[in-house]
């Protein structure tokens, strides 16, 4: 063993041997608390990235595959209910050709990969369900790819193509969802989804579309249409109106009144429905030559009693006084012109989201607005929201005391809350300096016995006390111990063996009897002497 790390380790070794055993505790707590430590530091550091291996499992193929992940000897875990196998990062690529390779997971075969199992000898009838099957199946992969929608099943119903039938029946879907917990679709999402299973099959309207979820509510029905998509937008279209307008007029009574001293409410009756007016004009300018003219002209000459007059006697022709006679003529003349005339047709329709009627009321803090001029308020209300008195607008601007118990009671809860969060952080620091205190106490406790160990075994030292012939002798020997022997006479060497007789009975009775005292002169000439 090398000299430095021997002396390294003699040091050490003498060290913790002359400190107490409190303190040696306290080296070995200390000790095992670092290694726990830096145990759990590189389990922690060398802990595998966790990833998805498969999601969304049926229980038969999770159970497969974590009997095969078992039989193989690789760590993973279950999440999300048993569905969600997790594995190691790095062995996610791997582990999936290997259970693909395997048939896992197994699932059914469903959407248009039915299609690749047909043969030659497939019947027309058995073609048919397939492919209603197939399309059943792509229609649910794709709903189940909606935001919330955890599994969907369609059926559709496809009529029959027959030859001498006038009346062709139309054909139906039914959609069900399974929902995530907590999920509502809107209107805009259920108009999706008819949408989307009408355009997937041939010559199907939206409105035979029926969707249910999984507790039995039925979201579009053929015949009422989607009537919860209509209610969403119109209380939308409402909604989103109302609360500009409230919050044009909040912001202005904010100004005036201080925040929380008012209050706005808007109500809007909106027209959502949609109106096609077709309207049709005819003008002539005088001067426009026609575009075609017809003229007819009659004339009549003759003779004889022209026909006409009062039936009666009076009227009577006789042979005698009123055998007729005389001329008589008459021209007739008739006149047809085509005119050009302009046409003008107009087509409006107008938009959705005419604002039918709009009432506003107005409430306010009688402690702060009680001075407030009440018309002068309701005449700036009235143009904050665009009132028109016209259409049948009404407003309503009231002073009244306000009940802020609720607001009280909110502060009062909020104050408390954050005094137990203050008092909470306050033992907490007080919690960990106690527990650092005890621990610095029990460290300067070990040190101050240590100590006065130390000084009392100081103390029972009493100081060594030598003669000038003792010393003398001492230091000979150690003098004669670093130099080299010289030759002496037998007489020289009798009386320096009987001297040195009586030095080492003298220095064996201050051995036996002060020991410690001896040690240290001895450590001192030692490293005298190294040096």
Not at 124 to 135: P, S
Not at 326 to 339: C, D, F, L, R
Not at 446 to 457: A, D, F, I, N
Request: aromatic share 4%; glycine share 8%.
């Amino acid at each position: 063993m090398p000299s430095a790390l021997a002396g390294t380790l003699e040091r050490a070794r003498s060290t913790f041997a002359s400190i107490s055993l409190g303190q040696k505790v306290v080296i070995g707590l200390l000790l095992i608390g670092l290694l726990l430590g830096g145990f759990f530091f590189y389990s922690w550091i060398t802990a595998p990235t966790q990833a998805p291996l498969f999601s969304n499992l049926a229980a038969s193929d999770a159970s497969a595959i974590v009997e095969e992940l078992n039989a193989e000897g690789v760590a993973y875990e279950l999440a999300d209910g048993g569905t969600t196998i997790m594995v190691a990062k790095d062995k996610v690529y791997d582990l999936r050709l290997t259970m693909s390779g395997k048939g896992l997971p197994a699932g059914q075969d469903t959407g248009y990969a039915l299609l690749d199992e047909q043969g030659i000898t497939t019947s027309e009838f058995q073609q048919q369900v397939t492919y209603q099957r197939a399309l059943e199946g792509e229609l649910s992969n794709t709903l189940e790819a909606l935001a919330g929608v955890n599994s969907a099943v369609v059926h559709v119903a496809l009529p029959e193509d027959e030859v001498f039938v006038t009346d062709k029946a139309e054909p139906t879907a039914s959609v069900l969802l399974d929902l995530a917990p907590g999920t509502q679709l809107s209107g805009e999402q259920i108009q999706a989804v008819t949408n989307l299973v009408s355009s997937s099959v041939q010559d199907m309207d939206p409105e035979q579309v029926t969707v249910a979820d999984a507790s039995g509510r039925v979201l579009s029905a053929p015949g009422t249409g989607i009537t919860a998509a209509a209610g969403d937008a119109r209380s939308q279209v409402e909604q989103e109106y109302e609360n500009r307008l409230a919050a044009s007029a909040q912001k202005i009574l904010d100004s005036v009144v201080g925040p929380n001293n008012s209050v706005v409410s808007v109500r809007a009756d909106v027209d959502l429905s949609k109106r096609n007016t077709t309207s049709e004009t005819y003008n002539y300018d005088n001067g426009t030559p026609p575009v075609s003219e017809q003229k007819t002209t009659e004339n009549y000459t003759g003779s004889g009693v022209p026909v006409g007059g009062v039936l009666g006697p009076e009227n009577m022709p006789d042979a005698a006084n009123n055998a007729g006679g005389g001329a008589s003529n008459y021209q007739k003349e008739s006149t047809t012109a085509n005119n050009a005339v302009g046409k003008t047709t107009e087509v409006t329709e107008d938009a959705p989201g005419d604002l039918r009627r709009l009432t506003v009321s107005v409430v306010m803090n009688d402690a702060v607005a009680g001075n407030l001029n009440q018309q002068q308020m309701t005449n700036l209300m009235t143009t904050a929201v665009g009132l028109d008195p016209a259409r049948g607008d009404d407003i309503t601007v009231a002073s009244m005391p306000f009940d802020d118990t609720a607001a009280k009671n909110a502060a009062q809860a909020m104050e408390a809350a954050r005094e137990a969060e203050a008092s909470e952080q306050m033992w907490s620091m007080i919690r960990t300096g106690g527990i650092a205190a005890g621990i610095a106490l029990v460290v300067l406790i070990v040190w101050l016995r240590s100590r006065r160990g130390r000084e009392e075994v100081e103390e029972d030292y009493e100081p060594l006390e030598l003669d000038d012939d003792m010393l003398a002798e001492l230091d000979r020997l150690r003098v004669s111990s670093t130099r080299e022997e010289v030759e002496l006479t037998d007489a020289q060497l009798e009386l320096e063996a009987a001297e040195r007789a009586k030095v080492r009975g003298e220095i064996s009775t201050m051995v036996s009897e002060r020991p410690d005292e001896v040690a240290a002169m001895l450590r001192g000439w030692l490293s005298e002497n190294k040096s």
